[in-house]
């Protein structure tokens, strides 16, 4: 099988990947995706140092540069929590490329599921379109046989949880995580659900209805207890449009990182976790005009001067 070299991709980004690819070719990389990903367990348990990187949503371009910027596999051991696809008309090129690099180097770089890499999410925000005009609707189907075998969230060095959504009233041990069986497509409500669509609040402790329709907001108090009962420290994950690309929330308990430059006017950032677990980060400004795309209902509905309040009080634990 022929595996692109990394600068040739880079050379070739504004050529498009139906001249690089046959869909045979994009097929095989799917087949032996998969079955690398069904070697590993629904909840990944590696160890820091590790580069984490937030949503990513079709932007070929972004990625590029975020490798720039923050290096790439083997030389770094990389985590992406997923929202691969979707919104940008790239998420072939982004998919195939992590997958082509996770089949490379498959101890470096781990990949989780977002709440995009779900058939009824992305057949309606773009991937479903952009795999008919490149490769026919087909392609469309292969591509969730991969995405459908993910990983659902990463324990790093035992401390650290990582996800795309957030937390589940339903989660009460990780051992459920580990228990959640492969291939699956997460219907309606649910733990799998909640790990990949459910977002913290500043605006109360407990559990409250999501602006989404799906899932649940969970406050600081929900943060606090989960730590204690799954004996973590720190939650980090995306799935929500943040300014700066990253954002302390619910005390200094949870961070979420989002990786895509100009999505809403915002930086991207990628959060470096060292051999302590000390959090800091690189941050991606955006390089051209804002784009404007509708950020509901991804963004979130944060009161801004709650969070900064958070900021300040977690910079004797994290080294920004
Ligand atoms: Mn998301």
Known sequence: MFFPNFSDLKISSDTSIVSIF????????????????????????????????????????????????????PKEKLLFLGNYVDIGMDGIEVSVLLFCLKIRYRDRIFLLKGNHEIPAVNKMYGFYTECDMKYGPGIWWDFQCCFNRLPLACLVSQKVFCVHGGLSPELTSLQEIRDIQRPSEPISSGLEMDLLWSDPTNRGDGWFQSYRGISYLFGKRVVDEACKRLNISLIIRSHMVVPDGFEVMNGRRLITVFSVAN??????????????????????????????????????????????????????????
Not at 53 to 69: A, T
Not at 314 to 320: A, G
């Open 22 to 73: 046959s869909p045979d070719e994009i097929i095989s990389i799917l087949r032996l995706t998969e079955s690398i990903l069904m070697e590993e367990n629904s909840l990944l348990e590696i160890s820091a140092p590790l580069k984490i990187i937030g949503d990513l949503h079709g932007d070929f371009h972004n990625l590029i540069r975020l490798f720039d910027l923050i290096g790439t596999v």
């Open 263 to 320: 999505y809403a006017g915002n930086a991207a950032a990628v959060l470096c976790v060292n051999e302590k677990l000390e959090v800091t980060h690189q941050k991606l400004t955006a390089p051209y005009p804002l784009l404007q795309v509708p950020a509901f209902p991804l963004t979130a509905n944060l009161d801004s001067t709650i969070a900064l309040s958070d900021m300040k009080q977690v910079k004797i634990f994290l080294k920004f």
